[in-house]
């Protein structure tokens, strides 16, 4: 082996373990409450003048565990739900009819029977 590949092996080792270290630094901040963001001038990409500042304690987290209590309204009953579905069905029906006039089916050509010239 060359001493020049020998340095540049070292070079290469080193340049790594720099990226490394400073990928290291860079998440570590991240686990903590105040970011480095906090301490940078706007100018550079901190915060702006007018921020709030952070609050002292953290927000606690939401439950996730706890069971949401029971809800007040039931479900419907078999005969609500078959009112309910020949409403819709009336209502539709309904506006069918409303939006299909005599005046607009006779102005209206038949589907496909206008051609482009």
Do not use: F, Q
Request: hydrophobic share 40%; net charge positive; proline share 13%.
């Amino acid at each position: 082996m060359t001493a020049a590949s020998h340095s540049r092996r070292n070079g290469l080792a080193r340049a790594l373990a720099a990226a490394l270290a400073l990928a290291g630094a860079a998440v570590l901040p991240g686990c903590s409450s105040y970011t480095l963001v906090d301490a940078l001038p706007a100018a550079i990409g901190g915060l702006p003048e007018g921020a709030p500042e952070r609050p002292a304690t953290p927000a606690p987290y939401p439950a996730v565990h706890d069971i949401p209590p029971r809800r007040a309204d039931v479900p419907l009953s078999d005969a609500e739900r078959k009112r309910l579905r020949e409403e819709l069905i009336l209502t539709r029906d309904r506006t069918v009819r409303e939006s299909v006039t005599p005046e607009t089916t006779a102005s209206t050509p038949p589907a496909g029977g206008a051609r482009n010239p």
